[in-house]
């Protein structure tokens, strides 16, 4: 969630951060729309997580991996190029979805 609050603050900042720097007022506005999308996937997860409901993380985790495969492949051709450092933070994404998907499913079969 807070990259998502970042990113509806301060778009330009994040989006150098993010490996496809943008300028101008309507490339922004597509970096704030992701970081609603983050936000609202946080708030998500941590209402599953109050809920105790792993058969719906399962179903964010495996739309949370999508995204991030998905953030990753966009900046890998559009943006930063080879061996970047935010392909590690989007990789890590991927690795954070992968492991709740895991924590899920294993709380299911318990």
């Given amino acids: 969630m807070l990259v998502g609050f970042y990113a509806v603050a301060d778009p330009h900042g994040l989006s150098r951060q993010y490996g496809v720097s943008v300028e101008g007022h309507a490339p922004a506005a597509f970096v704030r729309a992701t970081g609603v999308r ?3 996937l946080g708030a998500l ?7 105790h ?11 949370g991996i999508a995204v991030s ?8 051709h559009h943006g930063a190029g080879r061996n970047h450092r935010a392909h590690a933070l989007h990789l890590s994404g991927v690795v954070a979805f992968v492991l709740m998907l895991a924590m899920a499913l294993f709380a299911i079969g318990r």
């Fill in 38 to 40: 983050d936000i609202a």
């Fill in 45 to 51: 997860l941590g209402a599953t997580a109050y809920f």
């Fill in 53 to 63: 409901l792993p058969w719906l993380l399962v179903v964010i985790a495996v739309i």
């Fill in 69 to 76: 495969v998905s953030d990753l492949a966009i900046v890998w």
